[in-house]
């Protein structure tokens, strides 16, 4: 039972546009969620996160959003860069775990 | 470098072979996660230790698999008798703040 649900396994979008990357989930108990960031070949990379108590968080290029009525939150990049083609993981916390969705691959076009 | 590290990054064994996997965390880091990674699959939560407590073990954790960590510093995940279905990335992370995990590069595990 998958709580937390990236459901576009792939992205491609032109450099200099804005990325949005997706993710849902399930349990209400949530209290953070995450975005991690991966290369190939080398672990995930944490890149924002943002409490369930807020809407927005915003850090340089990266602003994440939660709409936790809809149960659903989003990442936002703006202007996309080359550097930013990776696999990026929504997770949300719960206790002392992190769950993980199955990511969702961003290329940045030229 | 002052980052989480993994020792080996591959290691390919015959079914029935124990193997070990160590994780040097950040140093003042207290928490430090192990995880499992599929393909096509995002890091599956394994067990957690707070200082060389092991404070919480997943149920995908089977009585196979053991892990450590003796005196609060690196940590150590063992797999007795491997199986097939073990070839995966094995990934630790470390934290001083619960939500903001440090990844290491992973161990890459193929059982043949």
């Known amino acids: 039972d998958q709580q937390v649900k990236q459901n576009s396994p792939s992205l491609s979008v032109q450099e200099g546009r804005i990325s949005i990357l997706n993710c849902d989930y399930t349990n209400s108990m949530f209290d953070y969620f995450l975005w991690y960031k991966k290369y190939p070949a080398e672990g995930p990379t944490f890149l924002i996160s943002i409490s369930s108590i807020k809407d927005k968080n915003e850090d340089g290029r990266f602003t994440v959003f939660l709409n936790k009525s809809a149960k659903h939150l989003s990442l936002h990049i703006v202007p996309s860069q080359p550097g930013d083609s990776a696999v990026y993981f929504c997770a949300a916390r719960l206790d002392d775990k992190i769950i993980f969705g199955k990511g969702t691959r961003l290329h940045i076009l030229p | 470098d002052t980052g989480v590290s993994q020792d080996p990054r591959h290691k390919i064994t015959k079914r029935g072979q124990n193997v070990t996997f160590r994780c040097d965390p950040i140093s003042e880091h207290n928490r430090l996660y192990w995880y499992r990674q599929t393909l096509g699959q995002g890091p599956e939560f394994l067990t957690y230790?707070?200082?060389?407590?092991?404070?919480?073990k997943s149920r995908l954790l089977s009585d196979r698999f053991s892990a450590e960590r003796p005196k609060g510093s690196f940590s150590t995940l063992e797999i007795q008798r491997t199986e097939q279905g073990d070839s995966a990335m094995y990934l630790c992370?470390?934290?001083?703040?619960?939500?903001?995990?440090?990844f290491g590069p992973g161990t890459r595990l193929t059982v043949t």
């Open positions: 992370a470390s934290s001083l703040i619960l939500h903001e995990q440090y």
């Open positions: 230790f707070q200082n060389e407590a092991q404070l919480e």
